[in-house]
């Protein structure tokens, strides 16, 4: 089995850049928690390049304007539809700000309209290594009043031949887990069990 590598994804507009921390610090639980090999390195990768073909995983985040170029929008459609995943998470948390609109509106282009729905808190996805019985666990920035000040209880998908190819998130799960992982033994619960549970999925 070739080790897992975190892919984040580079795109021209907004700010790709975000929770820098986050990568490293859920590469660790996987190695904590699994057994799946892993390549500790972050990789970027540019969406217009064909670089994002060889990717298990990819993740996709930002606060501002997603506005795709046309090569990217074609290799965003073709790595799902060829059995990629991607992790999309709002750092606003707001369903009404600017990356939640922007980001629903490309996937409304890319794969039709009404492709982007909330998937039920009992699916495999929230059993597949962890169990979470009440779908996807709140973040801190949820229960603060961050952003549109609720607590989204449900996650948004894709699904592609029945799999998840598109997991999206307004939770801000990205922010949460944007600490050192050297940290995590100061709390109480591992916050990134379900970041574990999203790659297990995606590789399964």
């Not at 490293?24 to 990768?45: A, F, G, Q, R, W």
Request: hydrophobic share 35%; proline share 4%; charged share 25%.
């Amino acid at each position: 089995m070739r080790p897992f590598f975190f892919t984040r994804i580079k795109y021209n507009s907004g700010n790709w850049d975000t929770d820098q921390r986050m990568p490293s610090n859920l590469i660790n639980s996987l190695v904590e928690y699994t057994t799946i090999p892993v390549d500790e390195t972050e990789k970027i990768v540019e969406l217009s390049s064909p670089e994002i073909f060889k990717s298990p995983f990819c993740y996709i985040s930002g606060h501002k304007l997603v506005d795709f170029s046309t090569q990217e929008r074609n290799n965003f459609k073709t790595y799902v539809e060829n059995g990629g995943f991607v992790f999309a998470d709002d750092c606003n948390h707001d369903i009404d700000g600017l990356f939640a609109k922007s980001f629903e509106a490309e996937m409304a282009e890319i794969f039709g309209s009404d492709a982007l729905q909330k998937i039920p808190n009992d699916h495999y996805l929230y059993n597949c290594f962890f169990k979470f019985e009440d779908g996807p666990p709140a973040t801190s920035f949820e229960l603060n009043g961050w952003g549109d000040d609720l607590v989204h209880d449900y996650l948004k998908a894709i699904i592609i031949n029945g799999r998840i190819g598109v997991l999206y998130s307004n939770k801000d799960y990205g922010c949460e887990w944007d600490y050192d992982f050297r940290n995590k033994r100061f709390l109480k619960v591992d916050n990134t069990k379900f970041g574990v549970n999203i790659v297990v999925y995606a590789l399964t």
